[in-house]
């Protein structure tokens, strides 16, 4: 290419042109690095597997390459009404998780209610219960003989919507209130003050000020709760009865008929709605206004009666009620034989396994993995997203939000097809607990995410700059600066992600060995082999170790800080 | 700075990665895959560990259909050395065939024709039966007489009070219609299915779980497993096990060589050992069949008040008909009864 | 309507924010109440606002007793320093939502944010949302959106605090001007005694809580009353009474009577004559350019003192000046 001669009388050539903004290299490595190697490693763990569900869909059963496993899906008896079940209880989950996760948010975050802290544990049952409990506790209290049936008098049926809609609340809940309390946090004072003195009730206020502003909390929320609700088949085997989902077909044909190809191509399916919420949440998410400003005041909460009273009285009667579900299966593993004797025994206490309590262990030790690998990566791909171009990170924000859409039993399948390939280098990882973490932590990659995301949003650009003027090299600036403002949120992403590897069980059946069993697993054996007072026993000591674990980190950080600041 | 975090990074992933590698498999080590229940595993891999003290025994248990599923997924390259105890209606899956090695454990010569595979390619020690849990004391509460047979299954008073497997997610369901099937005909027995599902509250989709629903009281009558309803009246649950007169329903456990297996030899010998005499006698402890032949009466079976040798009152069931027959079957099922 | 502010007393667990206020804001007026930080300024603005309850005092409105008026009953319109336009309206919407709460016409609500808008000179800007606006865009749309209520009082907050120099200057110059034109009696609230002197009518200068003077701007400057007052007000000479005796004795007659320790002379910068003179007592310590004026410090009889003039004085550092003040030039203030 030639160049014109560019001189001017008496002016250089290089004067002529202007300089680019010169990032210091080590700065633009590090957020390089931020983002690749989450991405590298979303893509080894979690597109390449589901690419092997891809394929696994499109082979079909004669032996060729088709889309014969997606039409023989369409010609299966039911499926349409198992289409119209899933978003029917798909919706009315998120409706009901919206209102409820919405209501709870802002009684926790802005009103002076007592009981918070029982309403926080409250609501962190179900994260850290086996799914078995939620079912069996439903079951106990609300079955056809159970505690409140048999109060009333008569045999109440939950089985079918009724019981699978309250079993996802239950379970799709806490998360929906993550999230929507990271977007409460988030506000000012002022903006109440100034409608307040233009004469706005508080009702007014309400509607034209709080709730536009999280409105991308909602949504994201409602995004979650949606796509955990229609690829979920746990609740639907459990209580669903015969209202047959699309995730329970899945289950039909992978675990009724061992047919893969079918089963395959309802996980490609059930990606459909989640693609199209990601894009409604992200076309939404356009017109968001503003990150908080490092002068935002948190708006100091009054105590409004007639505001308050029934939203105390509401709160704590789901959060009662959550924890009364939970309490009933803990009730049960005391029991001698429910609900026919109950006399208090511990005799289900002494599990009749092989191996005993040992999977409790291993569990502790993988779900902790899958937490601190899972912190540390959403972490470094959310901080770096913030430097990247805006079609870069659009790309990046669809990938990391993806791994929702897949249930658990056809993530489990995938790891089995990417991993178990003799000679490849990632056989190295099959069997290994390293991969019963990295799987778990991806099932739950979205809602760690998408958390993470929204707690970023609160520490403004401001605050780095202010550190980098000051001569603080990119390291400082995080470790003083951005950690500080972040540690709530990476908090409850990392305890998010412990317990559900904790509990978890659908992506695992397929990754555990003889030699690596998990407490999950050993739930379901147990209850499978019709030891369920033992399972409920067993449960119990998982929900007591992971609340054990979670009491000894908060203590051992608040020690951490308060030795820092004294 | 950058180097340095990134070098000691790489080290702690080697590290981690070395720490946790797998054992590579050694002479002695048997890695078995089974469907078999989790206490007769235990009693049965005691034993065996001390018939074969030099085998390092690795089971995984799985139920039925997880099973299946697991091992068709690592088809490529499977991680076991033996099934054992297995459905045989499963087994017969052309899929499963094609992993599997004939090898014809001692004693396997013994056993009658319809507990093998014609080229050896599998063999069967055990067998389970489908039984009624019947929940006596909801029974009485509400007046109703304790069922016998399907066919008692079908009167009106039982409606809404009677759950069964549902046979396209469970074996068990599937099993127990196949013999209704195989027993009353396709006409008379598609028939039967219709007017049964009349009374039919839910189809469970788990094949044991009809059994727990009925000990708790959520429902009169669970159409499942003999163990299921063994195991509740032991703990001292208000159960009846009661096998129907007509057409119960059972399926065979069965045990094959993995072609792929890098531990032949101990694997033959484990396989000879599942039907030795002392396996035999445990068997008997825990199973409602038991097909080697000169064991003992099986304690279920005659609780039950099955006779002696039990095969004459169980329906001779074609297995590979009714796998073969599979897809058709549940097709139809799911067609005109599924909901 | 005037505003009659009695006796207020506000305290925070014991520590006194204010201390027994009076103060009245006569209708038109304009009032500055100006202070450093933690004053109290932004306490007793809020107070009147009705954003913070108080302990004792009184707070009338054209006779009416505020005091169990809530905030959004008073009718009053109040613009913060920064971030108080909604994020998720448009500028006309948010310029609309008093009168969308109080539920008038769609049109008559159209006829008055357009009306605003050409008041504050943003017609194009209507259908923007805050986050597309400059700062002194939003801070006119905030006000814009105080007006469209027909306040009875507005209310300040620092609004030019977070705006550049030239920004300010000509946003505080619309103030004025919209405020003149409305008649509405306005406080606000600000650090800066500049705003103070170019905006108000009346200026409350306020320390600890307590007022220290109440006056015009040519009040508060050339005649304080206290020490506080004529340091904060532009820079001045603080004399010791003991010193001006010595050095300048005619100012001496203006001194009010009291310890010899309880006055201090003030004399502004400006009133100091500074003449070269080879045989001057003076030297000049140094000198500062600021363009249209020349700063001085000089050394005099014993004290450094400061001089301003708009002139070339023709001397340098060293030099030897003449000073003088005239007798009329000093106020004498409380130490």
Same mark, same amino acid.
């Given at each position: 290419?030639?160049?014109?001669?560019?001189?001017?009388?008496?002016? !250089?050539?290089?004067?002529?042109?202007?300089?680019?903004?010169?990032?210091?290299?080590?700065?633009?490595?590090?957020?390089?690095?931020?983002?690749?190697?989450?991405?590298?490693?979303?893509?080894?763990?979690?597109?390449?597997?589901?690419?092997?569900?891809?394929?696994?869909?499109?082979?079909?059963?004669?032996?060729?390459?088709?889309?014969?496993?997606?039409?023989?899906?369409?010609?299966?008896?039911?499926?349409?009404?198992?289409?119209?079940?899933?978003?029917?209880?798909?919706?009315?989950?998120?409706?009901?998780?919206?209102?409820?996760?919405?209501?709870?948010?802002?009684?926790?975050?802005?009103?002076?209610?007592?009981?918070?802290?029982?309403?926080?544990?409250?609501?962190?049952?179900?994260?850290?219960?086996?799914?078995?409990?939620?079912?069996?506790?439903?079951?106990?209290?609300?079955?056809?003989?159970?505690?409140?049936?048999?109060?009333?008098?008569?045999?109440?049926?939950?089985?079918?919507?009724?019981?699978?809609?309250?079993?996802?609340?239950?379970?799709?809940?806490?998360?929906?209130?993550?999230?929507?309390?990271?977007?409460?946090?988030?506000?000012?004072? =002022?903006?109440?003050?100034?409608?307040?003195?233009?004469?706005?009730?508080?009702?007014?206020?309400?509607?034209?000020?709080?709730?536009?502003?999280?409105?991308?909390?909602?949504?994201?929320?409602?995004?979650?709760?949606?796509?955990?609700?229609?690829?979920?088949?746990?609740?639907?085997?459990?209580?669903?009865?015969?209202?047959?989902?699309?995730?329970?077909?899945?289950?039909?044909?992978? @675990?009724?008929?061992?047919?893969?190809?079918?089963?395959?191509?309802?996980?490609?399916?059930?990606?459909?709605?989640?693609? $199209?919420?990601?894009?409604?949440?992200?076309?939404?998410?356009?017109?968001?206004?503003?990150?908080?400003?490092?002068?935002?005041?948190?708006?100091?909460?009054?105590?409004?009666?007639?505001?308050?009273?029934?939203?105390?009285?509401?709160?704590?009667?789901?959060?009662?009620?959550?924890?009364?579900?939970?309490?009933?299966?803990? *009730?049960?593993?005391?029991?001698?034989?429910?609900?026919?004797?109950?006399?208090? !025994?511990?005799?289900?206490?002494?599990?009749?396994?092989?191996?005993?309590?040992?999977?409790?262990?291993?569990?502790?030790?993988?779900?902790?993995?899958?937490?601190?690998?899972?912190?540390?990566?959403?972490?470094?791909?959310?901080?770096?997203?913030? /430097?990247?171009?805006?079609?870069?990170?659009?790309?990046?924000?669809?990938?990391?939000?993806?791994?929702?859409?897949?249930?658990?039993?056809?993530?489990?399948?995938?790891?089995?097809?990417?991993?178990?390939?003799?000679? @490849?280098?990632?056989?190295?990882?099959?069997?290994?607990?390293?991969?019963?973490?990295?799987?778990?932590?991806?099932?739950?990659?979205?809602?760690?995410?998408?958390?993470?995301?929204?707690?970023?949003?609160?520490?403004?650009?401001?605050?780095?700059?202010?550190?980098?003027?000051?001569?603080?090299?990119?390291?400082?600036?995080?470790?003083?600066?951005?950690?500080?403002?972040?540690?709530?949120?990476?908090?409850?992403?990392?305890? *998010?992600?412990?317990?559900?590897?904790?509990?978890?069980?659908?992506?695992?059946?397929?990754?555990?060995?003889?030699?690596?069993?998990?407490?999950?697993? !050993?739930?379901? =054996?147990?209850?499978?082999?019709?030891?369920?007072?033992?399972?409920?026993?067993?449960?119990?000591?998982?929900?007591?170790?992971?609340?054990?674990?979670?009491?000894?980190?908060?203590?051992?950080?608040?020690?951490?800080?308060?030795?820092?600041?004294? | 700075?950058?180097?340095?975090?990134?070098?000691?990074?790489?080290?702690?992933?080697?590290?981690?990665?070395?720490?946790?590698?797998?054992?590579?498999?050694?002479?002695?080590?048997?890695?078995?895959?089974?469907?078999?229940?989790?206490?007769?595993?235990?009693?049965?891999?005691?034993?065996?560990?001390?018939?074969?003290?030099?085998?390092?025994?690795?089971?995984?248990?799985?139920?039925?259909?997880?099973?299946?599923?697991?091992?068709?997924?690592?088809?490529?390259?499977?991680?076991?050395?033996?099934?054992?105890?297995?459905?045989?209606?499963?087994?017969?899956?052309?899929?499963?065939?094609?992993?599997?090695?004939?090898?014809?454990?001692?004693?396997?010569?013994?056993?009658?024709?319809?507990?093998?595979?014609?080229?050896?390619?599998?063999?069967?020690?055990?067998?389970?039966?489908?039984?009624?849990?019947?929940?006596?004391?909801?029974?009485?509460?509400?007046?109703?007489?304790?069922?016998?047979?399907?066919?008692?299954?079908?009167?009106?008073?039982?409606?809404?009070?009677?759950?069964?497997?549902?046979?396209?997610?469970?074996?068990?369901?599937?099993?127990?219609?196949?013999?209704? #099937?195989?027993?009353?005909?396709?006409?008379?027995?598609?028939?039967?299915?219709?007017? #049964?599902?009349?009374?039919?509250?839910?189809? $469970?989709?788990?094949?044991?779980?009809?059994?727990?629903?009925?000990?708790?009281?959520?429902?009169?009558?669970?159409?499942?497993?003999?163990?299921?309803?063994?195991?509740?009246?032991?703990?001292?649950?208000?159960?009846?096990?009661?096998?129907?007169?007509?057409?119960?329903?059972?399926?065979? &456990?069965?045990?094959?060589?993995?072609?792929?297996?890098?531990?032949? &030899?101990?694997?033959?010998?484990?396989?000879?050992?599942?039907?030795?005499?002392?396996?035999?006698?445990?068997?008997?402890?825990?199973?409602?069949?038991?097909?080697?032949?000169?064991?003992?009466?099986?304690?279920?079976?005659?609780?039950?008040?099955?006779?002696?040798?039990?095969?004459?009152?169980?329906?001779?069931?074609?297995?590979?008909?009714?796998?073969? &027959?599979?897809?058709?079957?549940?097709?139809?099922?799911?067609?005109?009864?599924?909901? | 309507?005037?505003?009659?502010?009695?006796?207020?007393?506000?305290?925070?667990?014991?520590?006194?924010?204010?201390?027994?206020?009076? #103060? !009245?804001?006569?209708?038109?007026?304009?009032?500055?109440?100006?202070?450093?930080?933690?004053?109290?300024?932004?306490?007793?603005?809020?107070?009147?606002?009705?954003?913070?309850?108080?302990?004792?005092?009184?707070?009338?409105?054209?006779?009416?007793?505020?005091?169990?008026?809530?905030?959004?009953?008073?009718? *009053?319109?109040?613009?913060?320093?920064?971030?108080?336009?909604?994020?998720?309206?448009?500028?006309?919407?948010?310029?609309?939502?008093?009168?969308?709460?109080?539920?008038?016409?769609?049109?008559?609500?159209?006829?008055?944010?357009?009306?605003?808008?050409?008041?504050?000179?943003?017609?194009?800007? +209507?259908?923007?949302?805050?986050?597309?606006?400059?700062?002194?865009?939003?801070?006119?749309?905030?006000?814009?959106?105080?007006?469209?209520?027909?306040?009875?009082?507005?209310?300040?907050?620092?609004?030019?605090? +977070?705006?550049?120099?030239?920004?300010?200057?000509?946003?505080?110059?619309?103030?004025?001007?919209?405020? /003149?034109?409305?008649?509405?009696?306005?406080?606000?609230?600000?650090?800066?005694?500049?705003?103070?002197?170019?905006? +108000?009518?009346?200026?409350?200068?306020? %320390?600890?809580?307590?007022?220290?003077?109440?006056?015009?701007?040519?009040?508060?400057?050339?005649?304080?009353?206290?020490?506080?007052?004529?340091?904060?007000?532009?820079?001045?000479?603080?004399?010791?009474?003991?010193?001006?005796?010595?050095?300048?004795?005619?100012?001496?007659?203006?001194?009010? %009577?009291?310890?010899?320790?309880?006055?201090?002379?003030?004399?502004?910068?400006?009133?100091?004559?500074?003449?070269?003179?080879?045989?001057?007592?003076?030297?000049?310590?140094?000198?500062?350019?600021?363009?249209?004026?020349?700063?001085? /410090?000089?050394?005099?009889?014993?004290?450094?003192?400061?001089?301003?003039?708009?002139?070339?004085?023709?001397?340098?550092?060293?030099?030897?000046?003449?000073?003088?003040?005239?007798?009329?030039?000093?106020?004498?203030?409380?130490?």
């Amino acid at each position: 290419m030639t160049m014109p001669a560019l001189t001017l009388p008496g002016k !250089t050539p290089n004067a002529a042109r202007p300089r680019r903004l010169h990032r210091p290299l080590d700065e633009r490595l590090l957020y390089g690095a931020c983002v690749l190697v989450p991405v590298v490693a979303l893509v080894l763990f979690f597109l390449l597997p589901l690419g092997t569900i891809v394929w696994r869909s499109v082979l079909e059963e004669e032996g060729g390459v088709g889309l014969a496993n997606y039409l023989a899906l369409f010609r299966t008896p039911g499926i349409l009404r198992a289409v119209g079940n899933s978003l029917l209880v798909g919706g009315a989950t998120t409706v009901v998780c919206l209102l409820l996760g919405f209501m709870v948010a802002y009684a926790v975050q802005r009103t002076r209610i007592p009981g918070k802290r029982f309403v926080a544990a409250a609501l962190s049952l179900p994260l850290l219960a086996p799914s078995l409990v939620l079912g069996l506790g439903l079951i106990f209290l609300l079955g056809r003989n159970g505690l409140v049936s048999n109060l009333i008098g008569t045999r109440l049926n939950i089985y079918g919507f009724p019981g699978l809609l309250i079993a996802n609340v239950l379970y799709a809940l806490p998360q929906a209130v993550l999230i929507i309390q990271a977007a409460l946090r988030q506000s000012d004072a =002022r903006y109440y003050d100034a409608a307040e003195v233009m004469g706005a009730t508080r009702w007014q206020q309400f509607l034209g000020i709080t709730l536009p502003n999280v409105k991308f909390g909602l949504l994201s929320a409602g995004f979650v709760v949606f796509t955990v609700t229609i690829t979920d088949f746990g609740n639907a085997v459990t209580i669903g009865g015969d209202f047959s989902v699309l995730a329970t077909e899945i289950y039909n044909q992978v @675990t009724g008929q061992m047919r893969f190809g079918i089963g395959a191509a309802v996980g490609i399916l059930l990606l459909l709605p989640t693609g $199209i919420a990601v894009y409604i949440e992200r076309v939404a998410a356009q017109r968001q206004f503003g990150t908080a400003s490092e002068s935002a005041l948190a708006p100091v909460p009054d105590y409004v009666p007639m505001r308050d009273i029934p939203l105390f009285l509401a709160t704590m009667t789901l959060a009662l009620s959550i924890v009364a579900v939970v309490a009933t299966v803990v *009730f049960a593993s005391f029991v001698r034989l429910w609900p026919y004797r109950l006399d208090l !025994t511990l005799k289900h206490y002494s599990i009749t396994l092989s191996g005993g309590y040992d999977p409790l262990w291993t569990s502790l030790a993988v779900s902790a993995g899958a937490a601190a690998i899972g912190t540390a990566l959403l972490f470094a791909l959310v901080l770096g997203l913030r /430097r990247m171009p805006p079609g870069v990170a659009k790309a990046v924000y669809l990938l990391a939000v993806l791994p929702v859409g897949v249930p658990g039993l056809v993530l489990g399948l995938s790891y089995i097809f990417a991993f178990n390939l003799a000679g @490849t280098p990632l056989h190295m990882l099959y069997g290994t607990v390293l991969l019963l973490a990295l799987c778990n932590f991806y099932h739950y990659h979205t809602q760690g995410f998408l958390t993470m995301v929204t707690g970023m949003r609160a520490v403004p650009p401001a605050l780095e700059e202010a550190a980098s003027c000051l001569g603080g090299g990119v390291l400082r600036v995080l470790g003083d600066v951005v950690v500080p403002v972040m540690v709530p949120t990476l908090l409850s992403v990392f305890f *998010f992600l412990f317990m559900r590897s904790m509990v978890t069980l659908s992506a695992i059946i397929f990754l555990v060995t003889p030699s690596t069993n998990l407490a999950a697993v !050993t739930v379901m =054996r147990l209850d499978e082999a019709g030891f369920v007072s033992q399972a409920a026993a067993f449960s119990t000591c998982i929900m007591a170790a992971v609340a054990a674990a979670a009491l000894a980190m908060r203590g051992a950080l608040s020690l951490a800080t308060r030795r820092k600041v004294a | 700075m950058v180097e340095f975090a990134g070098k000691s990074l790489l080290a702690g992933v080697v590290l981690m990665g070395v720490a946790v590698l797998p054992a590579v498999a050694q002479a002695g080590t048997l890695t078995v895959y089974t469907a078999l229940e989790e206490d007769e595993i235990a009693d049965y891999v005691a034993a065996a560990k001390k018939d074969l003290p030099d085998i390092d025994l690795k089971v995984l248990r799985l139920s039925t259909g997880d099973l299946g599923a697991r091992m068709l997924a690592e088809a490529s390259n499977p991680q076991h050395d033996v099934i054992w105890g297995w459905a045989v209606t499963n087994m017969l899956d052309p899929r499963v065939m094609a992993l599997v090695e004939p090898y014809a454990a001692k004693g396997s010569d013994a056993l009658p024709a319809a507990y093998k595979g014609a080229d050896a390619s599998w063999f069967a020690a055990t067998g389970y039966m489908a039984a009624f849990c019947v929940n006596t004391e909801l029974l009485k509460a509400k007046n109703l007489p304790v069922p016998t047979s399907w066919k008692d299954l079908t009167n009106p008073v039982y409606k809404g009070e009677v759950v069964m497997p549902n046979p396209v997610s469970s074996g068990t369901g599937y099993l127990q219609i196949a013999a209704i #099937l195989q027993s009353q005909g396709n006409e008379k027995g598609w028939q039967f299915l219709k007017t #049964l599902d009349g009374n039919i509250a839910q189809y $469970i989709k788990s094949g044991s779980k009809p059994c727990k629903s009925a000990r708790s009281g959520e429902f009169a009558i669970g159409a499942s497993l003999a163990f299921a309803a063994i195991k509740s009246v032991e703990e001292g649950f208000p159960l009846k096990m009661v096998i129907p007169t007509d057409g119960a329903g059972y399926e065979l &456990e069965a045990s094959a060589l993995m072609k792929t297996s890098k531990n032949k &030899e101990d694997a033959k010998r484990f396989l000879d050992w599942t039907l030795s005499p002392k396996a035999a006698a445990l068997y008997t402890k825990y199973k409602e069949i038991v097909t080697i032949p000169g064991a003992p009466v099986a304690k279920a079976a005659e609780e039950a008040g099955l006779p002696a040798d039990v095969q004459k009152v169980l329906y001779p069931m074609d297995f590979a008909k009714s796998a073969a &027959e599979r897809d058709a079957i549940l097709k139809t099922w799911q067609g005109s009864i599924g909901r | 309507m005037d505003l009659q502010i009695k006796n207020l007393l506000k305290t925070f667990d014991g520590f006194v924010a204010l201390d027994r206020i009076n #103060l !009245t804001v006569e209708e038109r007026e304009f009032v500055c109440l100006l202070g450093p930080s933690g004053c109290g300024k932004t306490t007793l603005l809020r107070i009147v606002a009705g954003l913070m309850p108080y302990d004792t005092g009184e707070l009338l409105m054209g006779g009416r007793d505020l005091g169990a008026v809530p905030a959004r009953d008073r009718g *009053f319109g109040i613009v913060f320093q920064s971030y108080s336009l909604f994020p998720n309206m448009t500028v006309a919407e948010n310029i609309g939502y008093g009168l969308k709460i109080r539920k008038a016409p769609g049109d008559r609500i159209a006829a008055r944010v357009k009306e605003l808008l050409e008041l504050i000179k943003l017609p194009q800007l +209507a259908d923007r949302y805050p986050w597309q606006l400059s700062g002194g865009q939003q801070q006119r749309v905030a006000l814009a959106r105080a007006l469209a209520v027909d306040p009875s009082l507005i209310l300040l907050d620092e609004p030019l605090s +977070a705006l550049d120099a030239r920004v300010r200057a000509d946003l505080r110059a619309e103030i004025r001007d919209v405020q /003149r034109r409305l008649g509405i009696p306005t406080i606000m609230v600000t650090h800066d005694q500049e705003e103070a002197l170019t905006l +108000a009518d009346k200026v409350v200068c306020m %320390n600890h809580g307590l007022i220290e003077q109440v006056g015009t701007p040519q009040d508060l400057y050339l005649r304080p009353r206290t020490r506080f007052v004529a340091d904060f007000m532009g820079s001045s000479n603080l004399l010791p009474t003991g010193w001006v005796r010595d050095a300048m004795p005619h100012l001496l007659p203006g001194r009010p %009577n009291g310890a010899e320790n309880a006055y201090e002379a003030c004399v502004r910068p400006e009133r100091v004559a500074v003449a070269a003179a080879a045989e001057g007592e003076g030297r000049v310590i140094d000198l500062t350019f600021l363009g249209n004026i020349r700063r001085l /410090r000089l050394s005099w009889r014993g004290r450094e003192l400061l001089a301003e003039t708009h002139q070339d004085p023709g001397v340098g550092p060293g030099a030897a000046v003449d000073v003088s003040v005239a007798a009329d030039a000093c106020a004498w203030v409380r130490a």
